[in-house]
């Protein structure tokens, strides 16, 4: 006859659950002894502290010597009260003006022929477009308005033509381009005042040096006076290329 176990009565059957209950009972056993902390009682002073405590300061007294207050103002008493009657003229003070009227005469006639009028000229300088007669340029004398102008033109660009040389360094350089020059022909027919701009400071000084050998003229006028004229020339340097 074969003996049978009875399942329910297994001992073996759960023992995988056991074990594992058991290791993490005694892992929390172990990490609670780990962290248990002690401390010693002898080091430890309790004090109370109380605060109903109040320290009282005494205030001292101190009198302050204040000034007694001034005495009330007098009582005012009722004055009888005497109207005397002026009967002292008083002389007003008239302030007449100084200032003249037209029913003044005039004492001293000065005569127009007494006053010597004395004409300032002032320095100015004209433009040539709008000077009534233009400087005369040597050659150009005893001509009309229009012609001498024209023949003032004529001359300066003979002039240009004749004494015009090309810079040998703005040769080297490749420098050309057109020059304008100002000039300003004093009350005495001399040249001053010249000015140029261009596009090298090599052909400004150039013309400048052409500008400065025109002869002396006559002066151009303005209302029968000699006056400065201003005028401006341009002076183009180009080279061909070989």
Known sequence: MEVKKNPQLEIGRNSGLYFAIGLNLMLLLSW????????????????????????????????????????????????????????????????????????????????????????????????????????????????????????????????????????????DLGIQGRVSVVFVIDSEGKTTNVRSRGPDKILEKEAERIISLLPKMKPGKQRGRAVKVAYAVPIFFKFQEG
């Open 32 to 171: 609670r002894s780990l962290e248990y902390k002690t401390y010693e009682r002898d080091e430890i002073t309790l004090e109370v502290l109380n605060l109903e405590a109040e320290v009282e300061e005494e205030i001292p007294i101190v009198n302050i010597n204040t000034p007694p207050p001034p005495p009330p103002p007098p009582a005012v008493t009722q004055e009888s009260i005497q109207i005397v009657e002026d009967e002292e003229e008083v002389i007003e003070t008239v302030i007449e003006s100084t200032e003249t009227d037209q029913d003044d005469a005039i004492q001293d006639v000065v005569e127009v022929g007494d006053v010597n009028v004395e004409e300032v000229y002032e320095d100015v300088e004209v433009a040539f477009a709008i000077i009534e007669n233009v400087p005369v340029y040597p050659g150009c004398e005893g001509l009309s308005r229009q012609a001498t102008k024209d023949c003032f033109q004529k001359k300066i660009q003979e002039h240009v033509v004749k004494h015009f040389h090309y810079p040998e360094s703005a040769l």
